[in-house]
């Protein structure tokens, strides 16, 4: 096997951790907003799962989290389409080594495209997950909105690790390298 052929195959299982992880994230979070509008009460009621910290209930949300740019769904539908863009670019730019970012990439994609579809279909998006300490509410949320948390939260760990620096000033140091060689060829 030639080495286009080992690094082909090393990209393709990038591309095919990614797509998996999105796929399953994004099923996750289609399925338990089917499963909420079909099983919650859409008057608001609460149903608890464990006393004074967790509850189901059904809430729309017609911004983003913590229900900022209520109502302006087309610019959210943009951002959503921009970051999703960013998202492809990343993993593009990633290297094969980088399972965690791989990892991070395919819940960001899958969270982006459940609340991005539900947004530009219903233009709102469905949320059931509400926690809670006693009286103190944090936000409703949904599955896709864990998984676009988690996926930014693993990308910060994947930056900080000493491989990913290591790679990031192996590739700036070549890229210096190429700019002087067109540099030299030129002069």
């Given at each position: 096997m030639s080495m286009d052929e080992q690094k082909g195959q090393t990209v393709a299982k990038k591309w095919w951790l990614f797509s998996i992880v999105g796929i399953v994230s994004l099923a996750l979070d289609l399925g338990t907003k089917y499963w909420a509008k079909a099983s919650l009460s859409g008057d608001g009621t609460a149903v608890s799962v464990i006393d004074n910290f967790w509850d189901w209930q059904l809430a729309f949300n017609r911004g983003s989290a913590f229900s900022m740019f209520t109502g302006q769904w087309l610019f959210l539908t943009v951002v959503g389409v921009i970051a999703l863009f960013a998202v492809f670019w990343m993993l593009h730019q990633?290297?094969?080594?980088?399972?965690?970012?791989?990892?991070?990439?395919?819940?960001?994609?899958?969270?982006?495209?459940?609340?991005?579809?539900?947004?530009?279909?219903?233009?709102?998006?469905?949320?059931?997950?509400?926690?809670?300490?006693?009286?103190?509410?944090?936000?409703?949320?949904?599955?896709?909105?864990?998984?676009?948390?988690?996926?930014?939260?693993?990308?910060?760990?994947?930056?900080?690790?000493?491989?990913?620096?290591?790679?990031?000033?192996?590739?700036?140091?070549?890229?210096?390298?190429?700019?002087?060689?067109?540099?030299?060829?030129?002069?």
């Amino acid at each position: 096997m030639s080495m286009d052929e080992q690094k082909g195959q090393t990209v393709a299982k990038k591309w095919w951790l990614f797509s998996i992880v999105g796929i399953v994230s994004l099923a996750l979070d289609l399925g338990t907003k089917y499963w909420a509008k079909a099983s919650l009460s859409g008057d608001g009621t609460a149903v608890s799962v464990i006393d004074n910290f967790w509850d189901w209930q059904l809430a729309f949300n017609r911004g983003s989290a913590f229900s900022m740019f209520t109502g302006q769904w087309l610019f959210l539908t943009v951002v959503g389409v921009i970051a999703l863009f960013a998202v492809f670019w990343m993993l593009h730019q990633a290297g094969v080594d980088q399972k965690l970012n791989h990892w991070a990439l395919g819940l960001i994609a899958g969270g982006a495209i459940g609340n991005l579809g539900e947004r530009i279909v219903y233009r709102e998006v469905t949320d059931f997950v509400v926690w809670r300490y006693y009286e103190h509410r944090w936000p409703t949320f949904n599955i896709a909105d864990m998984c676009l948390v988690i996926g930014v939260c693993l990308l910060l760990v994947d930056s900080f690790r000493p491989a990913t620096k290591a790679r990031i000033a192996a590739e700036k140091a070549e890229k210096l390298r190429k700019k002087r060689e067109k540099r030299a060829k030129r002069g």
